[in-house]
C-alpha cells in the first residue's frame, strides 16, 4: 500500500515535468492509445478534477438494497440475480444499518464445515440468523455524498475497502464502488 | 536472551500441542496450557519475569479482542427477558457453590470470593461444535444457552470489578468503602461511556487520514492499553478496562474494517493469548494437587454441579422440560477465558493460595474435556426419549 502510494506521487511528479516541458497539449488523441499508455496523461488535471468531483455525483443510486427484516432465503436469491458482492441493510425509515455481503452469507451457509475456532459464541449467533439483521455487519463503511472522489479512493486504497455507503443524516443515499470512481475516471479521458 | 529463548520455546509448544488437542477433538487452549505445564517441569526456569509480563498483556489482549471482537451491544439489548432467570440462576449457584466451598476449608472472606467468581462465567464456545454435531444449535435449550452466554462474561467481569475494589481493603468494606468503591466504578463507566460516545469516534476520523505506517491498527492497540491503564487508574484491574475499550470501538467502522481485525486478531491469538494460557500452565504445581486432592475434586465437582443446578431449575422455572434443562444446565458448564483471567489477577493480587489456582485451571480443564462428551450424551438421552411416540416431556 505504502509502494503504492509512492509510486503514484513520483508518478504524478514526473507528469508534471512533462507537462512544464511540454507545450500545453491539454486533450490526448483518441486514437493514439498505445501512446497514451507510455506517455502519462495529465497529472495535475487528474487531481485537480479528482477534488472537485464529490461523491454524490459518482455513486450508485439505483443499488440494490435489502430490509432489515429479509429472510435470509430472499437475500441469496438476490445474490443469484444481481451482479453486486454486498447489499447495504436499511430500516424503515431508508436509514443504514448494516451491510451484508457473500462472504456473511457463506460463512453461514459453512458454518458447520467451518474450523473450530471459528465457532465462537459470536458466530453461533450469527448462524442461527434468519433475517438480515442479525446476519449483517454493523458497522459498514460510510462516507458523506459531499466528500470528494478523491478522499474516497484515499479510504478504498489506504484501507483495502471495495465499495462505500453513501450516507447523509444517517439516510442511505448510494454505493460508491472501485469500479465507479475508475469508470469515472475513465469518461473524464475521453 | 534468556528470554528470548524462553518465549520461543513456549509460543512453539504452544502452537504444536494446540495443533495436538485441536485434531483430538479438543479446544487448542487445553494445548497451550499443557505447554507451558510442560515448559515449566521440563526447564524449570527461575527467572520468568518477561514471560509473567507477557503472560499479563495475554491477560489484556485476551481481553479486548473478546470486546472488540465478539461482544455485540445489540445482541444484549435484544436478549429476552427469558433469558435472564436461567442466566441468573446458573451463574448464583455457581457463586454460591465457590463461596460455600471457601468457607468450608476456612479461606479468606476475599479468597472465597475470588473462588465464587472464578466459578461465575461460562465459555460457551466450547460446547458449539457439539450442538453443531448434533444438530442442537437451534434448539430452543441451544439458543437459550447462547443467549445466556451474552451475560456471563459481563458479569463475570462485572463481578471482579466488584471483587478486586473490595481486595484493596483487606477488611470487609464499611459502607463508606463501599460508596466509595462504587463511586471509583461510576466514574470509571462515565469516562468511558465519554470516550465512546464522543471522543473515539472523533479520533478515528483523523487516525484514517493519518500518513505513518500501519496508524490504524497502532491506535486500535494503544485504545486497549489506554483503558486499561486507565482501568488501574480508577482501583479497578487493566483487563476490564481492556475488555469495555474493546466494546467500545467495536462499533466504530473504521476501527473494525477487515484488514486491521485480521491484525489485532493476528497479534493476540497468534501470539498473546497462547503465552497467557501458557502462562497459566506454567504456574500450576502439580505436588500441590497430589497433596490436596479432596480439594482439588470439590472443586471440580461444586463448580460443574452448580453450574448445572442453577441452570436446571433456572430452565426448568421458564417452563423448559426437564431433558432440556439438564441440556442447558450441561451446556453450561464449560469455563475456559474469563475464569482463568479471574485466578491470574488473584494470584498476582496475592489472595489465591496456589492450591486454589491450580486446583482451578485442573477444573478448567477438566470442564473443557468433560462437558462436550456429557453434552451430547444428554442430547442423546433425549432424542432416544423422542423415539417414542407419545412419550411426555415432563
Known amino acids: 500500500m505504502h509502494e503504492a502510494a509512492s509510486f503514484i506521487t513520483s508518478f504524478f511528479k514526473f507528469k508534471l515535468l512533462t507537462r512544464m516541458t511540454e507545450t500545453g497539449k491539454d486533450i490526448p ?13 495529465d497529472k495535475t488535471r487528474l487531481s485537480d478534477i479528482c477534488a472537485d468531483i464529490i461523491v454524490s455525483e459518482v455513486m450508485s443510486k439505483e443499488m440494490t438494497m435489502v430490509k432489515e427484516t429479509e429472510s435470509i432465503e430472499n437475500i441469496m436469491e438476490l445474490m443469484t440475480k444481481t451482479p453486486y458482492h454486498s447489499y447495504p441493510v436499511v430500516n424503515p425509515n431508508g436509514e443504514l444499518v448494516g451491510v451484508i455481503d457473500e462472504n456473511n452469507i457463506l460463512e453461514l451457509l459453512f458454518f458447520e464445515r467451518s474450523n473450530r475456532h471459528h465457532h465462537t459464541h459470536l458466530m453461533a449467533i450469527k448462524a442461527l440468523s434468519e433475517e438480515a439483521s442479525t446476519l449483517m455487519v454493523h458497522h ?16 478504498m486504497i489506504k484501507h483495502h475497502i471495495d465499495r462505500l455507503c453513501v450516507v447523509k443524516d444517517k439516510k442511505l443515499e448510494g454505493v460508491v464502488s472501485k469500479s465507479d470512481l475508475i469508470r469515472k475516471i475513465y469518461e473524464l479521458r475521453g | 536472551m534468556e528470554a528470548i529463548l524462553q518465549i520461543m520455546v513456549v509460543l512453539l509448544l504452544a502452537r504444536i500441542l494446540s495443533e495436538v488437542s485441536e485434531r483430538a477433538g479438543l479446544p487448542g487452549i487445553t494445548g497451550e496450557i499443557a505447554a507451558g505445564f510442560l515448559f515449566a517441569l521440563a526447564f524449570r526456569p527461575d527467572n520468568i519475569e518477561t514471560f509473567t509480563f507477557m503472560g499479563e498483556l495475554g491477560a489484556i489482549f485476551l481481553l479486548f479482542t473478546a470486546g472488540y471482537r465478539e461482544v455485540h451491544v445489540k445482541d444484549l439489548k435484544a436478549a429476552s427477558i427469558n433469558a435472564l432467570i436461567p442466566t441468573f440462576f446458573q451463574i448464583f449457584f455457581a457463586f ?8 468450608m476449608y476456612g479461606f479468606s472472606f476475599l479468597e472465597s470470593l475470588f473462588m465464587a467468581v472464578a466459578f461465575s462465567p461460562t465459555s460457551i464456545s466450547v460446547v458449539v461444535k457439539t450442538l453443531i454435531d448434533t444438530d442442537y444449535l437451534s434448539s430452543k435449550p441451544g439458543s437459550l444457552m447462547l443467549t445466556s452466554a451474552i451475560f456471563d462474561d459481563i458479569i463475570g467481569l462485572f463481578l471482579l470489578t466488584v471483587v478486586i475494589s473490595v481486595v484493596t ?46 496508524a490504524l491498527f497502532s491506535f486500535v492497540i494503544l485504545i486497549a492499553l489506554f483503558c486499561a491503564y486507565m482501568a488501574e487508574a480508577f482501583g479497578l484491574h487493566a483487563v476490564i478496562g481492556a475488555f469495555f ?5 467495536s462499533d466504530l467502522p473504521i476501527a473494525k474494517i477487515e484488514a486491521v481485525q485480521k491484525k489485532v486478531s493476528g497479534i493476540a491469538y497468534g501470539f498473546f ?4 494460557f501458557a502462562f497459566i500452565g506454567l ?36 417452563g423448559y422440560s426437564s431433558k432440556d434443562s439438564l441440556i442447558f444446565g450441561i451446556g453450561m458448564m464449560p469455563r475456559a477465558g474469563v475464569e482463568l483471567v479471574v485466578i491470574a489477577i488473584g494470584k498476582e493480587l496475592g489472595i489465591i493460595s496456589n492450591e486454589l489456582f ?37
Request: hydrophobic letters at 50%; glycine letters at 8%.
Open chain 1, 29 to 41: 488523441d483518441k486514437t493514439e492509445v498505445q501512446e497514451e499508455e507510455e506517455v502519462p496523461r
Open chain 2, 96 to 103: 454460591t457453590f465457590g463461596f460455600m466451598l471457601g468457607n
Open chain 2, 273 to 276: 493469548t497462547p503465552l497467557f
Open chain 2, 169 to 214: 481493603f483487606q477488611h470487609l468494606p464499611s459502607v463508606i468503602d463501599l460508596l466509595r468503591i462504587g463511586g471509583n466504578i461510576m466514574a470509571f463507566a462515565i469516562v468511558m461511556a465519554i470516550m465512546g460516545w464522543k471522543v473515539f469516534p472523533a479520533l478515528f476520523g483523523q487516525i484514517q487520514k493519518m500518513h505513518t505506517k500501519e
Open chain 2, 358 to 394: 491450580s486446583a482451578i485451571v485442573l477444573m478448567v480443564i477438566v470442564s473443557i474435556i468433560v462437558s462436550p462428551i456429557l453434552l451430547e450424551m444428554s442430547i442423546r438421552y433425549k432424542e432416544r426419549g423422542l423415539k417414542v411416540p407419545e412419550q411426555p416431556t415432563v
Open chain 2, 245 to 249: 475499550g474493546g466494546v467500545l470501538i
Open chain 2, 283 to 318: 504456574s500450576v504445581e502439580i505436588e500441590i494437587l497430589y497433596t490436596a486432592s479432596t480439594f482439588a475434586v470439590l472443586v471440580i465437582v461444586l463448580a460443574l454441579t452448580g453450574k448445572l443446578i442453577g441452570g436446571f431449575i433456572g430452565t426448568k422455572l421458564v
Open chain 1, 140 to 155: 459498514p463503511m460510510i462516507i458523506d455524498p459531499d466528500a470528494t472522489l478523491c478522499e474516497a479512493a484515499d479510504l
